[in-house]
């Protein structure tokens, strides 16, 4: 294993951060995986997950079993991971800007297609080459002028001609579930079996704030759609967004589970030597991220839940009561859909507005931005 530690631009003086990243097998020897965890620096579940992983890799590096190339970053963020504000960690959102760490990667889909129209050819693999290339060079025509565009412009040049990118998040109480671009469906699917998904959410482009996940595999599937009568474009990252469910499901027993699990799948899609244990069976059906329901608080109150993660519920249940204390209103908060209960709140103090939990269901009940800023 290597590893090499990338000097961040900084944004003042007397004060330097780098990204480490370690790297597993040879470049170019073959498929090359990348996986991040923890870029919502509060986040830590994909953190302690990197380091189990990192022991299997390195033992399977030793033993000659790492066929293409893994790039680890075990700690994505290291920005939020120093944000404190009144004690507590702020992880999600850049204090100097405001912008979350997960949204504002690059949309190369708009900056390669006119640089590679007319130089694709029929032969998929090479124009494979030539995109990843023209995506390289698009990259290096940027000039990130602040911290944080240095940490996104670091990160992308890290993974952008990656075959598979994971990136390990989690929410803040949740069963484990993914996020995933449409087209890459059939790709990661068996990664959540392995990993014993209960939702796998998919989506076309979830809205303008490009997050990471779909800055790496949304090139692809667009070009592929945009030339489909002129050249053939493979499908050629597949990424998702792995939420390793809740902010404080931290534990040496998940995170094993977990590390094996993505071990498995790099053996899967051969990055790793085999062979790999066959896919167990899916623990959910891909839904629509658009058929998802988020439910929020009408009025302030104590939050009290009457469901629990994971739980299927129907259409009319209800999954908590805001009980106001100063008033005699307890009010139901009921879904409107039949599904999961994948995500909640960890807060029980609700403000007017704010939003409790989040069901996922079969069928497209929103449009437009679909994601949060
Ligand atoms: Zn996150």
């Keep these: 294993m290597q590893q090499i530690n990338h000097p961040l631009l900084s944004p003042s003086l007397g004060t330097q951060r780098h990204l480490s990243s370690w790297h597993f097998g040879r470049t170019g020897s073959g498929s090359k995986a990348y996986v991040q965890a923890s870029l919502h620096a509060d986040e830590l579940p994909g953190m302690l997950v990197a380091q189990h992983l990192r022991v299997l890799l390195e033992a399977a590096e030793q033993r000659g079993e790492v066929l293409g190339e893994v790039v680890l970053v075990p700690l994505a963020n290291p920005i939020g991971l120093s944000q404190t504000a009144m004690h507590h960690q702020v992880g999600r959102f850049e204090l100097a800007s405001m912008e979350n760490f997960n949204r504002h990667y690059p949309d190369f889909f708009a900056l390669v297609k006119d640089e590679v129209a007319g130089r694709l050819g029929p032969d998929p693999e090479g124009n494979k080459r030539l995109i990843r290339a023209a995506m390289q060079q698009a990259l290096d025509a940027q000039a990130p002028s602040t911290e944080l565009q240095s940490l996104r412009h670091t990160l992308m040049r890290l993974s952008c001609d990656a075959d598979v990118v994971l990136d390990l998040h989690c929410d803040y109480e949740a069963v484990l579930h993914m996020y995933v671009e449409q087209p890459m469906l059939d790709q990661m699917a068996p990664l959540a079996s392995y990993l014993g998904a209960r939702a796998l959410l998919w989506a ?27 050249a053939p474009v493979p499908l050629a990252c597949a990424s998702t967004t792995v939420e390793l469910r809740g902010q404080t499901d931290v534990s040496d027993a998940l995170a094993a589970q977990d590390a094996q699990a993505i071990f498995h799948y790099l053996q899967h899609v051969g990055v790793l030597a085999g062979p790999a244990p066959a896919v167990p069976p899916a623990m959910c059906e891909p839904t629509p ?29 209800v999954l908590a009561h805001v009980v106001d204390p100063l008033g005699q209103r307890s009010t139901p908060i009921t879904t409107s859909i039949n599904g999961v209960v994948y995500a909640r709140h960890n807060l029980r103090w609700a403000t007017s507005g704010m939003e409790i939990c989040r069901v996922a269901g079969r069928d497209p009940i929103r449009s437009g931005n679909l994601l949060s800023p």
């Design 289 to 317: 991220l658009a058929g998802t329901e988020a439910l929020h608080a009408p009025h302030p109150g104590v939050v009290v839940f009457r469901s629990q993660v994971g739980e299927q519920v129907q259409a009319g249940h």
């Design 204 to 230: 076309r482009g979830s809205g303008p704030l490009i997050s990471f996940d779909e800055a790496l595999s949304g090139p692809w599937w667009r070009l592929r759609e945009h030339f489909a009568d002129r």
